[in-house]
């Protein structure tokens, strides 16, 4: 799991280090909101989430952005 969260964390450091913090459509940009958004519903959908807006679900049909919400401001030490 830590390899995973640290793989995922490189592939959007650059993501974290520009919106960390700020709000962007009602959601609280936090690294770990995003990381557990990559975790369930994989890289590439947070990055499209940040390029275009739309939301994708993961296997049990929940958003990631609710993952991006449900784990926002937790504390990593990755």
């Known amino acids: 799991m830590l ?16 919106f960390d913090g700020q709000t962007i459509n009602g959601i609280l940009i936090t690294e770990s909101g995003l990381l557990a958004a990559a975790h369930l519903g994989g890289v590439g959908s947070v990055k499209k989430w940040f390029r275009t807006g739309k939301v994708k679900k993961d296997g049990n049909g929940i958003k990631i952005t609710s993952y991006m919400e ?5 504390n990593l030490y990755l």
């Open 3 to 18: 390899k995973l969260l640290r793989y995922n964390k490189k592939r959007l450091q650059k993501y974290i280090d520009k």
């Open 70 to 74: 449900r784990f926002s401001g937790y």
